[in-house]
Each structure stands twice: as structure tokens, then as C-alpha cells.
């Protein structure tokens, strides 16, 4: 069975800093071969795409509301993603998910695995 989990979520001011890691486990899961993506959805919203980056090469792609501010990256060796989230702003509230997929994919659907959240709340 595959696990994401994620954790470094919690109440920060505007124009803090806060680094998510999300940690992937199970025997028949090969994290080296996966495309790992955020998403975030805040209250009374749909779920929207962040960041993804590639399993080699380490290709990003960004959302254009965080580009410049977010920053995604991976170490292949412990199993995990990281979003490095600086400048935030109050509407950058969500619970922010990772996922992962063999294929990259565009938008929020059909990723094979997805995490439990954690919740970020920027206070003004």
C-alpha cells in the first residue's frame, strides 16, 4: 500500500516562510519514477494545482499565483517533496495535498495517490 504524508503545515503572519514535505512509503513504490505534485484547497473552493516536478531532471512547473514565491524539489534518496513557500499571503490558506503519478499530469486529475493535507493559514 503507498502512503504519502504530509507534514509543515500550521498559522504563520503574511510574508513568512513555511516548507512542506510530504514523505512516500510502501514496498511496490517507486518514488524515483514518479511525478510528485501540490495542490491546495482552500475553504468553499475546488482543488487547484501548485507545483509539480519531474521524477528526473527535476522539472517544475508552477502555478502562476505562486510562481517567484513557491519553490518545489525532491530528494530521491529519502522518498520525499518539499514545497518551500515564501511571501505568503492570506489567500494562499488550504489544505495542501501531495500526490504522485508515473505520468505528468496537468490539473488535479487522475493522480494515482494522494496525501491526507496540512492545513497553512496566513494571518494579515
Known amino acids: 500500500q503507498v502512503q504519502l504524508v504530509e507534514s509543515g503545515g500550521g498559522l504563520v503572519q503574511a510574508g513568512d516562510s513555511l516548507r512542506l514535505s510530504c514523505t512516500a512509503s510502501g514496498r511496490t513504490f517507486n518514488f524515483n519514477r514518479n511525478y510528485m505534485g501540490w495542490f491546495r484547497q482552500a475553504p468553499g473552493k475546488e482543488r487547484e494545482f501548485v507545483a509539480t516536478?519531474?521524477?528526473?531532471?527535476?522539472?517544475?512547473d508552477y502555478a502562476d499565483s505562486v510562481k517567484g514565491r513557491f519553490i518545489i524539489s525532491r530528494n530521491n534518496a529519502e522518498n520525499t517533496v518539499y514545497l518551500q513557500m515564501n511571501s505568503l499571503k492570506p489567500e494562499d490558506t488550504a489544505v495542501y495535498y501531495c500526490a504522485a503519478d508515473q505520468i505528468k499530469r496537468l490539473g488535479t486529475e487522475g493522480w494515482d495517490y494522494w496525501g491526507q493535507g496540512t492545513q497553512v493559514t496566513v494571518s494579515s
Open positions: 516536478i519531474s521524477w528526473s531532471y527535476g522539472i517544475r
